[in-house]
């Protein structure tokens, strides 16, 4: 220990004893600049402790700080549409919002993509383990969890070594958890071999007056440390591999993550919602990224103000750990609690009860100071806002990528169309084959999606459904998605196309949309074309929340998702949510009413920018997004909650990666049932065009005519493409002389067989 502050912690007197004030600080190596170093020293008026430099350099580190994207994040505030839903936004540890009947509901995405490539199980478990303990700390019985997950090519040998144990990762820590996971989505592309994305989302529901804060008020309210012991794992994990990119050398990083147990965390799920229902907490903090300080700088910043700690009674996995380590540890299924004095014994039995280590720790003070000691002496003594609310907020330089206009003007034209049924029929069969659009039951089956009996919907359809309430039918949808490509092509329009996907398919399911939670993953903050991406993703989720009246409830920002100097494509996830007044009148995707008339709801206009066409087939990139209509998703959007709702639909499947080709093969895969399909217009545009705001339904005989009239009050146009039944696709339409044929047929065990082969054979 360089340094340490001797001084009463009762007493604001302070005086430094420098074992080595010569010696240089390792300030770079704990991710901090010269000019954040200096600051630093500046705050406290001398030379900071090594545990006081600990703290600093979590706490302002990208992850902990959000110091290259605050500047751009406070859209999502500034643009808020008002509603009367949001009972807790952005700044907490997850948004929670009002679904109804006394119910509320919080649900927040995060990353853990460089854990995950450094040690794919523990990095993917600890992924899930972490955002569980978000959802619990605002006071909510976690009810599911999702995944969005993104790989390099599926036949790289990276991708085969990441790949098998991300998803073992997520299912193993999630299934222990007896948390049924519904949704999510797989993705492979070259731009993230080397830097695979691990997205994971959790939902909790609590009563409104059960919401619990990360605050710590009360001076003299003792602070309770809960949960694992704490370990050298994951020790700098926030601070260094959150703010690192990539290289050859990347595995030597693998003592930096963390290391779960789902078996303890359950139990640490249970012990708090009966602390939570015998009014033991006045305020509650996970401990996540950046350990013990993250904890105790956020709460004493969000409280009275002050806090002292002794470190001394952080119970210890090695005893040898020095009180940095302490601090940055980011050991698995801990939690800190303030608690009032004459609740301290309840709480305590109760931890007892449920076997889990509890102890006081420390105590709220007034000083407006956090103050810690170790072995006698005060180690620690710092304003606790400058660390937790006060770091640095840098306005990086921002440019558009040097290549984005080449590659803007790349369109998908020049590329050759299939001109013949054969020719489409071959290109249906491979997309249905190719790695994004491929069956991904070898991932889904690894997970328990029917775990708690509540489940209504999970993968492969739209959205997972979730029942809350067994006698009203009350429940939430839930859908995740993103596109990494369109973002490349114009990142403005990119995450608006995200947020319209996720929207459009929980409303495909029934719900209404009611709010959004976000996962930016982007490449370094430090180059100036990243950072114009991520400005303009940003504001273009903002401007389209704002549109659509949905408030973004919180997230997570990624950065330095890169390898060496190459970044990813800049990919922001958009979980949406939405409420089901009835469950029991969901409809999901699968064709199994024969005689079923099929729909094509929505506009189709010749897009392939970004298409999983031209990325299968061609393997090229260029040209522009699809046409985002906001207008139009929310038109479709109420055409489809209101058709649900009375009953005119069997199935509803959005149009989105693939367009209709891709829903027509899953909605009948699905529900074992063919279709007789006749394509309006061009066979090769109305088959693969990526165009949004649409989606295929089957309407229950009777139901055409009131169909209609919804769609014509809404604006939507309607088009009756076929009727659902047989064996086989049997697709008619425009021949090449322009006369009307049949262009193909694909019996459903070869349309199964092509969909179903492809992970497998590069997983196993």
């Excluded at 000019?35 to 990208?62: D, F």
């Excluded at 602070?223 to 794992?233: S, Y």
């Excluded at 709220?364 to 180690?379: F, Q, S, Y």
């Amino acid at each position: 220990m360089e340094s340490s502050v001797k001084a009463d912690p009762g007493t604001d007197t302070v005086a430094i004893a420098a074992a080595s004030p010569d010696r240089p600080q390792p300030y770079v190596e704990l991710g901090m600049n010269d000019e954040e170093y200096q600051r630093v020293r500046h705050i406290l008026g001398r030379r900071p402790t090594s545990a006081e430099l600990a703290i600093y350099s979590v706490m302002w580190s990208e992850h902990c700080s959000y110091k290259s994207s605050k500047v751009h994040l406070r859209q999502f505030g500034d643009k808020a549409p008002k509603t009367d839903k949001l009972l807790v936004g952005m700044g907490e540890n997850a948004g929670v919002v009002d679904i109804g009947q006394g119910w509320a509901v919080t649900f927040k995405v995060e990353s853990h993509n460089h854990p995950s490539y450094v040690e794919p199980y523990q990095g993917a478990a600890t992924g899930v383990g972490g955002i569980v303990r978000d959802i619990m700390s605002m006071g909510a019985r976690p009810i599911a969890v999702m995944d969005s997950l993104r790989f390099g090519p599926a036949d790289a040998p990276d991708t085969q070594r990441v790949l098998p144990g991300v998803v073992a990762g997520v299912g193993g820590y999630g299934n222990s958890l007896g948390l049924p996971n519904i949704g999510g989505e797989t993705v492979f592309d070259a731009c993230y071999e080397g830097n695979p994305l691990v997205n994971a989302l959790c939902v909790g529901v609590m009563k409104h007056e059960d919401i619990k804060r990360a605050v710590a008020p009360g001076p003299g309210n003792k602070v309770i440390l809960f949960g694992a012991l704490t370990g050298p794992d994951g020790i700098g994990g926030a601070s260094v591999l959150a703010s690192a990119t990539f290289d050859e050398e990347s595995h030597t990083k693998r003592p930096s993550v963390q290391v779960g147990d789902p078996f303890m965390e359950k139990l640490l799920i249970e012990c708090c919602l009966e602390l939570f229902r015998e009014d033991l907490v006045v305020g509650i903090q996970d401990l996540g990224a950046a350990g013990v300080s993250c904890a105790t700088t956020e709460l004493a910043a969000a409280g009275t103000g002050g806090m002292y700690v002794d470190l001394d009674a952080v119970p210890l996995r090695d005893a040898t750990l020095r009180p940095e380590e302490i601090l940055m540890s980011e050991s698995q299924e801990r939690m800190m609690a303030v608690v009032s004095p004459d609740k301290v014994d309840r709480f305590m039995e109760i931890c007892a009860r449920w076997e889990i280590p509890a102890t006081v720790i420390g105590q709220v003070t007034d000083t407006r100071r956090l103050v810690m000691t170790w072995r006698g002496e005060t180690i620690v003594d710092i304003p606790p806002v400058t660390a937790a609310d006060e770091g640095p907020v840098y306005e990086r330089p921002l440019e558009p990528p040097h290549d984005l206009g080449s590659l803007q003007s790349d369109t998908p034209g020049r590329l050759t169309r299939p001109s013949n049924g054969d020719e489409l029929r071959r290109t249906v069969l491979w997309l249905a084959g190719s790695p994004n659009l491929a069956s991904k039951t070898w991932v889904t089956s690894q997970y328990d999606r029917y775990v708690l009996g509540n489940t209504v919907l999970a993968m492969p359809d739209n959205a997972g459904v979730v029942r809350i309430d067994d006698e009203s039918g009350l429940g939430i949808s839930l859908s995740l998605d993103g596109n990494g490509r369109y973002t490349r092509l114009d990142p403005y329009s990119g995450a608006q196309l995200a947020l319209s996907e996720a929207y459009r398919n929980v409303a495909a399911t029934g719900a209404r949309p009611l709010a959004v939670t976000n996962c930016l993953n982007f490449g370094s903050p430090e180059d100036p074309g990243v950072m114009w991406q991520f400005a303009r993703a940003v504001e273009g989720l903002a401007d389209a929340c704002q549109y659509l009246g949905i408030p973004v409830t919180g997230g997570n920002v990624s950065f330095y998702n890169q390898t060496g100097t190459t970044p990813i494509n800049p990919t922001p996830v958009i979980g949406v949510l939405g409420v089901h007044d009835d469950v029991r009148r969901r409809v999901d995707m699968a064709l199994t009413s024969d005689g079923a008339t099929i729909a094509l709801l929505g506009e189709t206009r010749e897009e392939f920018g970004g298409s999983e066409w031209a990325h299968v087939v061609y393997n090229h990139l260029g040209g522009l997004p699809p046409l985002v209509d906001l207008k139009a998703e929310a038109a479709l959007a109420s055409v489809m909650v209101t058709a649900i709702r009375e009953g005119l639909l069997t199935a509803v499947h959005d149009l989105s990666d693939g367009g209709l080709s891709q829903t027509l093969v899953e909605s009948c895969l699905r529900g074992g049932l063919g279709a007789r399909i006749t394509l309006p217009g061009d066979p090769f545009v109305t088959l693969f065009s990526e165009s949004v705001a649409r989606a295929m339904v089957a309407v229950r005989p009777g139901g055409e005519a009131r169909l209609a009239a919804l769609c014509e009050s809404a604006g939507v146009p309607v088009t009756q493409i076929g009727v659902a039944g047989g064996d086989a696709l049997n697709v008619a339409g425009r021949g090449p002389e322009g006369d009307q044929q049949e262009l193909f047929s694909i019996p459903l065990a070869e349309l199964r067989e092509a969909n179903e082969r492809m992970l497998p054979s590069y997983a196993n």
